[in-house]
């Protein structure tokens, strides 16, 4: 009986391994685009309002940036968007907590209405506010006639405003890290003997406090350069309920562009220092947790 000698079967080519397959453009063609569009829509509009007020003598530039008026507009503005952007990170955090943790009747009209200050326009928000906080309003007429505490034409009235835009800055941005967070690790907690307080300050809030200053950040830069909503309760009162995008509007309308451009330049240039101090703080807290 002859041997059959069995014969092995070809083995196929292996293919090198190159570079992993990409669905965008080369790191050179798309850092390029970014630097373009970048440069194109941020540095260039900012880069000239550098310019434009530079145009003004340092005397002039001085007086228009540091008059009581104007120092009394900066107060209101980044005291009010700071104190607003606070109580949202406060309300925005439970109201992630709460449409992410319990299942109740009509949560997706509340998740929709959470949205609703990126709907609606500044004006008719402003409006809405006024309505609701003025002398006569819905909810004025017992706030200011029982309690005796105005709120329409007053800092308090731009407080309010301010957290009503900033409101889903916080609550968007906290609410997908809750979605993710591992509930396994509570439940760990829990069972080791810990109380709700402790599993709260030592698994949860760790978790989500680099959200939070995120939407804080978030909040905040969008509360100081806004006025349609603030416009109208606000009453701008001279040194008690004026904001400092009022004062951009006046010299814009009086044509004194490099008088606008000064004080934009004031905002922008503390608006920044603010912004970088937080995302600083927010890149402690993330390198304290190990993320």
Sequence with gaps: ??????????????????????????FRLSLGFTIFYLTLIVLIPLSAIFLKSATMSWEAFWNTVT?????????????????????????????????VR??????????????LPFAL??????????????????LGRYIEGVAGIKVAFTPLGVVIALTFIGLPFVVRTVQPVLEDAERELEEAAASLGANAWQTFSRVVFPTILPSLMTGFALAFARATGEYGSVIFIAGNMPMVSEITPLFIITKLEQYDYAGATAIAVVMLVVSFLLLLTINLLQAWARGKSGK
Excluded: H
């Design 121 to 138: 326009p500044t004006a008719v928000a402003g409006i809405t506010l006024t309505a609701l906080y003025s002398a006569n309003g819905w």
């Design 67 to 99: 008059s009581a008026r104007v120092i009394a507009s900066y107060k209101l503005t980044f005291g009010a968007s700071l104190i607003g952007a606070f109580i949202n990170v406060i309300f925005g955090g439970i109201v992630a907590w709460v449409l």
């Design 102 to 115: 319990y299942e109740f009747p009509g949560k997706r009209i509340v998740d929709a209405l959470v949205d």
């Design 1 to 26: 009986m002859s041997a059959v000698l069995a014969v092995p079967a070809a083995t196929p080519p292996v293919a090198k391994r190159g570079a992993p397959f990409r669905v965008m453009p080369g």
